[in-house]
């Protein structure tokens, strides 16, 4: 199992920044764990904004590309992500998740774990 627990939501003004946690543990956070931050705004689908792999590399998705930063932290058995979000827009409103997928070498399909996640709201 792989926990993950987001924190650090709230309100911002348009243009302003907001940094939010995600703490991953468990027994079965490894090596091959990707953990990545998704959002799912009203009555749209969920969609992925960035992913870390194991070895550090950040990607992130064009629609935050340039505003958007993911530092991480590690120690021992558990991983902290960040996501520092700068120059926010009203269309940054959603629920912020974070998401591991699990998949050590001979696994046909890797296993999903999500966290509860933590609402973000930009005004205008």
């Known amino acids: 199992q792989v926990r993950l627990v987001e924190s650090g939501g709230g309100s911002v003004s348009s243009g302003g920044s907001l940094k939010l946690s995600c703490v991953a543990s468990?027994?079965?956070?490894?090596?091959?764990?990707?953990i990545s931050w998704y959002r799912q705004a009203a009555e749209k689908a969920r969609e992925p904004i960035s992913s870390?792999?194991?070895?550090?590399?950040?990607?992130?998705a064009y629609s935050v590309e340039g505003r958007f930063t993911f530092p991480e932290d590690r120690e021992d058995a558990k991983r902290t992500l960040y996501l520092q979000m700068n120059d926010q827009k009203s269309d940054d409103t959603a629920k912020y998740y974070c998401r591991a997928a699990c998949k050590p070498p001979g696994w046909i399909t890797a296993e999903i774990y999500w966290g509860q996640g933590t609402r973000v709201t930009v005004s205008p």
């Open positions: 468990g027994p079965s956070l490894n090596q091959y764990c990707t």
């Open positions: 870390i792999m194991y070895d550090g590399t950040p990607t992130a």
